[in-house]
């Protein structure tokens, strides 16, 4: 029967992505009534949204993917060394199926806001279909690439033509076939539809903001023995990747640029330019790449020296050298025959740097220097990252404080996982987390983890609530910030730094000493009965207790 009653749950997670469907299983598994709420009008995330030609994950399928059920490692088939979007999206399927999440999943359905009822230890949560529902815990799997960014165009909203963002890509498909197509964007959204767009365009035309660093793709088909070796090998690549910098199985270097000669150096370059081509190959061939500017510079030189070897067009390469930033400071790409796309007869590159766009007319672009016209206007503009989901709700904690108004100057949240004033609201790769400078299913997976055995632990003893210190949270921030300091990751306005988007604070969001050492510190944190946090027990006990004490 249905009632007007507003339902109850022990947690309400955020999002059915990758962090979501794995949030919902751990809080099913112990037993909680759990209910997900999902904007999209299925599972999968970043990989529902993204449905662009071209969309292919930047890290290996087998680690990018879960690694909590053996026998799910064993029967999943991977078929690519990079998997595509479309198969990543039907393995989110088959383990929303498999592990019976869907049930527990509403789609179509935004949560619009969220506030903590002090009293009551409850949070109510406001959905965009107008219901209410509560929960003891509010979990946020959001997604930290999942609010995509606008272009900011002048005049955008009198164009004729249809325009679309990579980041919400039609579900039908797009036909460009003949058409004069513009793209604003070279990220890695823009440099892998780009390459698409231009086989099937009449004339493509690339708006550059920031010329970036594109590492060759070296995708392959996997075989069965290809897949037979990962999943005998699998316990070793997943105990390793837990330890490591980036989450994945390779190990961090201790040899610096300079410690080995120019021979040396330059046939590692060559090694991880052609031989490896994965995302991280450059980033691992010396320690000191993201810490020293000369030796930056190095790979820097040499990709740059890769571009002009590639597009015949010497005025075309140039302008496809960043400069400006070093090398890995803003994600580098994984890229499919993007430069290449250049040195086709239909493909024009326009740099906004030296041509800015004055606006956007009924039937085109105006830039400084001329009107060009296009039937079709893409955009692979980004997302405010990190922050943007989260902020997107208006989240109230005790005392009706704002998490939009507390976070301000910049996130401040303890471990990336909790926040002071707001109890019971846990993120999944949080701000100064890791996050996306970790692989992503290991960063998710080990937040997932940490926040169930919480709940677990708090469970076992009678408590209820849990709440970030408001001075280990300061010192967690400045932790992050001293460990950034010693890189050069501030030297480019990245969207790690939110520099992408107009009016955030510039703050360095992630946290950079790497998944293993992040991993430990949690643990740790977990081990000493989660020192940093309060836990309490719920809030008529604690009202019976001061009672109690005053009357004594
Ligand atoms: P990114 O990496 O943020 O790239 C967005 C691109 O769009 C980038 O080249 C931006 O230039 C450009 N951009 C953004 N706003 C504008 C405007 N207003 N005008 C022109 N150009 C603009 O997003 P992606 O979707 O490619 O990738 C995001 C992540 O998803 C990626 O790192 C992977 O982890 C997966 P900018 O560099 O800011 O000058």
């Known amino acids: 029967m249905m009632t007007n009653e507003t339902q109850r749950y022990d947690a309400v997670v955020v999002g059915a992505g990758m962090a979501g469907l794995y949030m919902i299983k751990r809080l099913l598994d112990l037993g909680l009534a759990v209910r997900a709420f999902e904007a999209g009008g299925d599972v999968g995330g970043t990989w529902y949204w993204n449905r662009y030609p071209g969309a292919r994950v930047d890290l290996e399928s087998f680690d990018y993917s879960y690694s909590f059920s053996e026998d799910l490692q064993r029967d999943w088939k991977w078929s690519e060394r990079y998997a595509a979007q479309p198969e990543l999206l039907s393995y989110f399927n088959h383990v929303a199926d498999r592990f019976g999440l869907r049930q527990h999943i509403e789609f179509k359905t935004r949560v619009i806001s969220a506030e903590f009822d002090e009293s009551r230890d409850i949070w109510t949560v406001e959905l965009s279909t107008g219901r209410k529902v509560e929960a003891r815990y509010f979990i946020s799997a959001a997604g930290v690439l999942s609010t995509p960014k606008p272009p900011e165009l002048e005049g955008l909203e009198t164009y004729k033509g249809p325009t679309y963002h990579t980041g919400l890509w039609p579900h039908e498909g797009v036909d460009f076939t003949g058409k004069k197509v513009a793209v604003f964007g070279t990220g890695s959204s823009g440099s892998q539809v780009v390459p698409k767009i231009a086989e099937q365009a009449s004339h493509l035309t690339v708006f550059q903001r920031t010329a970036v660093y594109c590492v060759p793709i070296k995708n392959y088909a996997l075989t069965d023995k290809m897949r037979e070796e990962a999943v005998a090998t699998y316990p070793e690549r997943r105990a390793n990747s837990r330890k490591s910098r980036y989450g994945i199985p390779a190990q961090f270097p201790s040899t610096k640029v ?20 994965h995302l991280l190959a450059f980033r691992m061939t010396f320690a000191d790449i993201l810490s020293n500017e000369e030796a930056n510079e190095t790979v820097a030189n040499f990709i740059h020296g890769k571009i002009k070897e590639i597009v015949k067009d010497p005025e075309v390469a140039e302008k496809l050298s960043p400069r400006g930033f070093p090398f890995g400071t803003k994600r580098p790409i994984l890229g499919t025959a993007f430069y290449e796309a250049f040195n086709r007869p239909n493909v024009s590159l326009v740099t906004l740097q030296d041509t800015p766009v004055v606006r956007v007319t009924p039937t085109g672009v105006q830039t400084s220097d001329k009107h060009r016209e296009f039937d079709a206007m ?44 707001f109890p019971n609201l846990f993120f999944i790769t949080g701000p100064l987390s890791p996050g ?45 910030q ?62 019976e207790a001061k009672v109690k004490a005053a009357s004594a």
Not at 488 to 514: C, D, E, M, T
């Open 482 to 543: 001293e460990v950034v300091d010693g890189t050069l990751y501030q030297k480019a306005n990245s969207w790690y730094l939110g520099a992408n988007v107009p009016g955030k604070p510039r703050v360095f969001i992630p946290y950079l000493a790497g998944h293993g050492v992040y991993r430990a510190k949690c643990d740790e944190v977990a081990a000493k009965k989660y020192h940093g946090f309060t836990l309490s027990a719920p809030s008529h006990k604690r009202t």
């Open 436 to 480: 996306p400078l970790s692989n992503m299913s290991m960063s998710i997976e080990q937040h997932v983890d940490w926040v169930a055995d919480c709940i677990a632990y708090m469970r076992e003893r009678g408590l209820t609530n849990v709440e970030a210190n408001a001075d280990s949270e300061i010192e967690w921030r400045a932790h992050v």
């Open 258 to 277: 300079f410690d080995v000669s120019e021979a040396e150096r330059r046939a590692k370059y060559e090694d991880a330019w052609g031989a490896q081509g």
């Open 378 to 421: 893409v955009f692979a503009t980004g997302f405010d990252a990190l922050t943007g989901a989260i902020l997107r709700i208006n989240i109230r904690g005790r005392d009706g404080l704002e998490l939009k108004k507390e976070w301000a100057a910049g996130p401040r949240a303890y471990l990336g996982l909790a926040t002071h004033g």
